[in-house]
């Protein structure tokens, strides 16, 4: 007994209507952007594992695609713009910038399937290399609008975030880079939940435990002084002694890393002063140009650079200039996106499906460092965004969308030896821009009619002997009944004639 | 389906495991006959059915994920890994997944697999610690930590759940504990019954390193269940056995005999010996019956009975019997118990339950 092979889960097969529209939305898409100056590339599905490994700034990242062949780590896309990035770093590092460039395909993330999630979706997107960063956010969060406005897609929320806000921050508090890092990611947290902000506290408190926190915290002015926490750790490092180690360098490096650990309860202070500053931030979110005035509040509060927040200012005024309304806006300057690699602008537009559900249809921002990360040699300004394709679909106009093409008309050859000329017959047809099918069952003439009324098309072209003998075809008008006998070659006049007075 | 096909059972053939199987199932009544120890094949004869063949343990789940045996026992921590996850009950996520856990905890083969650090790591004694290392050594060393283990899957999930994602997983093919003192991996995430071999290596367990608990468990393919009624029917005799030889084990029964004056004398003794034997032992259920009419002496005899969880050892069942003779016990005799069967199996009802589910 042979077992039905099933289809994988979270991934679909793109049946002939779905297919056609999502082909109109990226041709549409494509048209929209090769008119900003956006040239089409195409990198290949797989990649070296990596290159996303790099890009993300870990080695272990669990929703990839992942497998070994021949000794070597390979990796289904994740997302295009490490793809990009590496693709730029092949062919155009010698090109001047800017550099312009739109993609579309398929991207796959091995995460648990669910409402707008799929394991395997396409996108579309852009990457713009090089330019005047401000100028260049301009460009990009300008363009994400009006492709959506493009589609007809009007009523969405725009959430305007800014990593230098937090980065500067962080950067102030001395933190070494996985802690400011660990940081970034907490924020994607904190600003998606009520129940991430736990999370993340709760996580902040495993790696940087009170190791009895009222001793040391209250003393951590007093450098020097032994606290409890302390205490402990020698404690641990007494019990220790008995051990050999290999070499010199191993015992120093160990007790580098040991010092290194007992400063933690100082970093735990400053760790709980980004968190207190990240929920400060997180609740300070809201539509423009209000909001500004309490931002600029906090940030004076906590003497940080309020550069970022002059850029935000000028990119709502370019938004201004499109269809996009203050009210569609939001800034939070929480907005971590998934993605560790965003440097400056990042941005997220979501809308509300008919039962209300929030669907995030584009995300972009400012990666000015991603460059270096997958192998570049100098820093290269970048920014971009990229569309889910198979979420904007709902939210298009059904009006809009293209309906599968109509069989206009079927040939039927009397017999087999009549198929050579119906396929002439077809050819001229199609020629004359008709949509045309031959029938192939080899039944009777009766039967391929029939068929021709199951499918509704309105034509039938029959020929047989003498038509082709004389070059001639029988018209048989399936809404009438009526039967014509034409030349071939004005076959298609009257076709659409006729079909012009419908 | 054809009702004289016979129904696999894949057996560990090799290393520990391979005996404390086949002593287990003997202990259960499912002696498996095998003529010689290099033989592939093998039959039990209480279950004409069953046809055992033994493989390598790790090869058991694919034997049964392929359907080339309906059963199976092997390690849960080689299953775990094989599935990708360390949970029992996974039929939700892959559908692909034919593999499903019948009895996760057969009672032998019990182990751990624990990350292990050099013990010269003063520094790391938790996985919060470990993930600050990971920073460490990307910082100072520009790579992430090396890990060297021989369950990449279960050991990459550990290390995601607690962030620690700088890091690179080896899994070389001998023994683990020398590579961090060869230097190729910086830790190891290995099995370990008692951690001695570790401690030896001059490795030591992280607090909160321990990544799974493991045991034998016994795994079936749940499409073969599903469709083959002979399979099921001896699915469930092997689990109404198992189930019932675990109850049993470390219990013993006890039952003395008392003669008495009165019934109300053997209620006042009864209260008094159930109440010393309480503190004495736990989980220990008494019951008293009357056992003979009275006789010309004019006294009464009672039998008391209960099972005991009291393990093994002799001295541990002196002090109850010395409780039972101050309480004028004629006789008192102790059994340590084959099997218990309950009203109804909890596997058996769980495992139909559960066939129904996934259709």
């Not at chain 1, 309490?294 to 200012?313: G, V």
């Not at chain 1, 921002?365 to 970048?382: K, S």
């Not at chain 2, 992280?206 to 749940?222: F, H, P, T, W």
Request: aromatic share 6%; net charge negative; proline share 3%.
């Amino acid at each position: 007994m042979k077992k039905h092979i099933e289809r994988l889960r979270g991934m679909h097969d793109h049946l002939p209507g779905m297919y056609q529209q999502q082909r109109w939305v990226i041709d549409r898409l494509s048209a929209f952007l090769a008119h900003a100056g956006y040239a089409p590339v195409d990198p290949p599905i797989l990649e070296r594992s990596e290159l996303f490994q790099s890009s993300f700034g870990q080695e272990l990242w669990q929703n990839l695609y992942t497998f070994r062949l021949h000794h070597r780590d390979l990796c289904l896309r994740p997302e295009f713009t490490a793809s990009i990035c590496r693709l730029y770093l092949d062919h155009y590092q010698q090109h001047s910038l800017p550099l312009r460039f739109q993609y579309a395909g398929p991207v796959f993330r091995y995460e648990a399937p669910g409402r707008g999630r799929y394991r395997q979706h396409t996108q579309f997107g852009v990457e713009l290399f090089g330019g005047q960063a401000i100028s260049a956010d301009a460009e990009i969060l300008h363009l994400a609008c009006e492709a959506l406005n493009e589609l007809r897609i009007n009523s969405y929320r725009l959430e305007l975030g800014h990593i230098g806000v937090v980065s500067g921050f962080i950067n102030r508090l001395q933190l070494d880079d996985h802690a400011a890092r660990l940081l970034l990611s907490l924020m994607e947290q904190i600003s998606r939940s009520e129940e991430g902000e736990r999370l993340a506290q709760t996580r902040l408190e495993v790696l940087y435990p009170a190791n009895s926190s009222a001793g040391s915290e209250m003393n951590s002015n007093s450098m020097g002084t032994i606290s409890g926490g302390n205490a402990q750790l020698l404690a641990s490092l007494l019990s220790s002694i008995s051990i050999t180690f290999g070499n010199d360098d191993a015992r120093h490096e160990v007790v580098e890393r040991f010092l290194w650990k007992m400063e933690r309860s100082e970093q735990r202070r400053r760790i709980l002063n980004a968190l207190e500053f990240l929920r400060a931030l997180h609740a300070i979110s809201g539509p423009p140009p209000d909001i500004f005035g309490a931002l600029r509040d906090l940030l004076a509060r906590y003497e940080l650079d309020t550069e970022p927040l002059t850029e935000l200012e000028q990119l709502v005024a370019v938004l201004n200039q499109s269809a996009t309304t203050s009210q569609q806006i939001v800034l939070n300057l929480a907005l971590g996106r998934g993605v560790s690699y965003y440097t400056g602008l990042v941005f997220e537009i979501h809308a509300l499906d008919e039962d209300g559900f929030d669907t995030q249809l584009c995300g972009g921002g400012r990666y000015d460092n991603l460059l270096r990360a997958v192998g570049g040699t100098r820093d290269v300004n970048a920014c971009g965004f990229a569309l889910g394709v198979e979420r904007l679909l709902p939210f298009i106009p059904k009006s809009d969308l293209p309906k599968l093409a109509k069989i206009q008309a079927i040939v039927i050859p009397v017999n087999i030896q009549n198929m050579p000329y119906a396929l002439r017959v077809a050819r001229t047809a199609r020629e004359a821009g008709l949509v045309v099918e031959v029938d192939v069952t080899g039944h009777s003439v009766g039967a391929g009619l029939k068929l021709a009324t199951k499918k509704e098309t309105r034509w039938a072209l029959i020929v047989g002997e003498d038509e082709q003998q004389t070059n001639r075809v029988t018209l048989h008008d399936l809404v009438t009944g009526e039967e014509l006998i034409l030349d071939i070659h004005s076959l298609a006049n009257q076709i659409s004639a006729e079909e012009k007075l419908l | 389906m054809n009702s004289t096909t016979v129904i696999r059972l894949a057996l560990p053939g090799k290393g520990t495991l391979e005996s404390a199987t086949l002593a287990f199932l003997s202990e259960c009544g499912m002696k498996v006959n095998r003529n010689n120890p290099r033989q592939y094949l093998a039959s039990v004869s209480s279950m004409p059915d069953l046809e055992v063949v033994f493989q390598r343990a790790a090869d058991v789940p694919l034997l049964i994920q392929d359907g080339d045996a309906t059963l199976g026992i092997t390690g849960y921590d080689i299953l775990a890994e094989y599935r990708g996850t360390t949970e029992a009950e996974t039929e939700a996520d892959d559908h692909d997944n034919d593999i499903m856990v019948l009895e996760q905890d057969l009672g032998y083969g019990n182990c751990r697999l624990v990350v292990a650090v050099p013990e010269t790591w003063i520094d790391i004694s938790t996985c919060a610690d470990l993930w600050h290392l990971a920073g460490y050594y990307f910082a100072h060393k520009k790579r992430g930590l090396r890990i060297a283990t021989k369950y990449p899957t279960l050991t990459g999930q550990f290390l995601r759940q607690h962030g620690i994602t700088h890091c690179k997983i080896i899994s070389p093919h001998g023994a683990l504990e020398a590579a961090p003192l060869t230097e190729t991996a910086d830790l190891i995430v290995d099995l370990t019954e008692t951690g001695t071999t570790l401690r030896e290596n001059h490795l030591k367990l992280l607090e909160d390193g321990i990544v799974l608990r493991s045991q034998a468990c016994l795994i079936g393919n749940s499409r073969l269940l599903r469709e083959n009624a002979q399979a099921l029917s001896l699915a469930t005799t092997m689990l109404e056995l198992i189930e019932a030889r675990l109850q049993a084990r470390n219990r013993s029964l006890l039952t003395a005999h008392l003669q008495v004056e009165t019934p109300e004398e053997m209620q006042h003794i009864f209260m008094n010996i159930s109440q010393r034997l309480s503190s004495l032992v736990s989980g220990l259920e008494l019951h008293a019956a009357h056992t003979e009419e009275q006789n010309t002496t004019n006294t009464y005899r009672y039998t008391i009975s209960g099972v005991t969880n009291v393990g093994v050892s002799a001295t541990e069942f002196l002090e109850i019997v010395a409780v039972l003779r101050a309480a004028g016990a004629l006789q008192i005799n102790i059994t340590p118990l084959t099997y218990r069967f309950a009203n109804e199996s909890m596997s058996v009802h769980t495992l139909n339950k559960r066939l129904k589910r996934k259709h």
